[in-house]
Structure formats: C-alpha cells, structure tokens
C-alpha cells in the first residue's frame, strides 16, 4: 500500500479526469444497433487520438482490445465484438487510461433504449453500493469498512455481490495492492492512509454471485445467466476524505 507523492497525486488526477472524459464522451454513442467493437474504435481513437494517451487494457496480458464492454449477464472483462446492443440491454464500459506513466480507471453503466424496471433497479442500486463504498474512504478506515458498507446495502436489495473480482491499487502499475473487496465485516482490513490511490468497482448480481470464466479466458458471465451490473471508480485517501479522481461532470462528491 503506497502512499503517492504529491508530484504522482498531480498525475494521478490527469490521467483520472483523461478516462472520465472518455466515458463522457461515448455515451452519446451507445445506441441500439451500434456494435461493442464500434465503441471501441471510437474510444480508441479519442484516448490515442485526442488525449495523447494509451489504452491500458489493450495488449494487456493479451487482452484485444482498448475498452471492456459488458452486456446483460457479462460481469466483468467482456471483449467488443460485432455483437449489436439491442434495447432492453444494460451495458458496462470500462475504461483505463494511461497518462505519463500513470492510470486512471473507470466504468459506467448504460441502459440501452427501454430497459425492464428490474434492470434499472439493478443499475441503480450497484451505483449507490459503490458511493456507500466511496463514503467510507478516510484517513484510519478500514478496508473491511468498505465491503461491509457494498454488501450491506446489496443483500438489503435482495441482490449478491460477486466475490471473485474486487477492485484494486492503482497507480503506475494498473493493478497493484491493496485488493478492494466488495464484501467484508466493518473494523477489520488494512487501515488506510493519506496517498494511497485504489479502485472500488462493485458488482452486484441479480441471482448467484458465482461466476463462470469463457473459453476466451476473459469474459465473466454470472453461473445462472442472470443479469449483472458494476460501477468503478478511482480514488484517493487525502486528509479529510478522499477524491474521486474519476468523476464525471454529472456527478458531485
């Protein structure tokens, strides 16, 4: 668990504002009939393009392409294809962008024309588990505090919370220590400190929290086919909190 100096902070900030503005800019462009690998190009394009950056998970570990885009019953990790969003999907992007050495990672979910109430809720809920999970972030915390807090409110909505991935430390490295459970018991875990820098990325399940790995040795589905939805974020613990330092301009923290 490193403490980041303050010339890393400053870095840290610009390439978390660099992946939050990707996901600005795509959303006017998740609309039924495009294809996942249509908004991968068009993300692509702008990181590499117009911010002057790299797309971390492109080539990372063999990953193909420069976003994850993760439909209905995908957890996590889905690779763009030529799959078309059809109305009624939910869609999670993720987003890492690499700035002078440094990363800034992000995900946001998009519900694809008319989408079931079901869903919607399922949307809705997993973004308040990740601010209930952002909200616990302090100077002498604990990283339990923050699982406790996801799963609390995710079992309250009769919904689980995958186990297999959590979020991560973040930095010069994309991941790093510590590991970010989404589940937990307050009072237990590492205590946090000013300068560290870590992702909270919750996902939270309609049915089973068991997953199922694809033959591409990336796509995440659920086990029961169920739907699936996660919210990320980048932070860091400052004195009196932390920031979110992938905040997008229709959020206020």
């Not at 068009?42 to 080539?59: G, M, R, S, V, W």
């Not at 952002?134 to 909505?157: F, K, M, N, T, Y």
């Not at 996902?203 to 659920?222: E, F, P, Q, V």
Request: glycine share 10%.
């Amino acid at each position: 668990m490193i403490a980041r100096t303050e010339e890393q902070r400053q870095k840290m900030r610009t390439a978390g504002r660099l992946a939050a503005a990707v996901l600005e800019m795509i959303t006017e462009h998740v609309q039924p009939g495009v294809t996942t690998d249509e908004l991968n190009r068009i993300c692509h394009d702008y990181i590499t393009l117009e911010q002057k950056a790299i797309p971390a998970p492109l080539n990372y570990r063999g990953f193909p392409k420069s976003i994850c885009t993760s439909i209905n019953e995908v957890v996590c990790h889905g690779i763009p294809s030529e799959r078309a969003l059809r109305s009624g999907d939910i869609l999670n992007i993720d987003v890492t962008v690499i700035k002078d050495g440094h990363h800034g990672d992000t995900s946001k979910m998009f519900c694809v024309g008319r989408v079931p109430a079901h869903l919607e809720r399922l949307v809705r809920v997993t973004r308040e588990c990740l601010y209930r999970g952002i909200d616990c972030v302090r100077p002498g915390a604990r990283l339990g505090d923050i699982g406790w807090a996801i799963q609390e409110h995710a079992e309250a909505s009769h919904y689980s919370v995958v186990r297999e991935f959590c979020g991560h430390g973040i930095g010069t490295a994309f991941h790093d220590e510590p590991q970010v459970l989404h589940t937990g018991r307050a009072g237990t875990g590492e205590v946090l400190k000013e300068g560290l820098c870590f992702t909270i990325e919750p996902m939270i399940n309609l049915g089973t929290w068991r997953t199922k790995l694809m033959s591409d040795n990336w796509t995440a589905k659920t086990a029961d086919g169920k739907a699936s939805a996660q919210w990320e974020h980048t932070l860091m613990v400052t004195s009196g909190g932390c920031e979110v330092l992938t905040a997008r301009s229709e959020e206020s923290f």
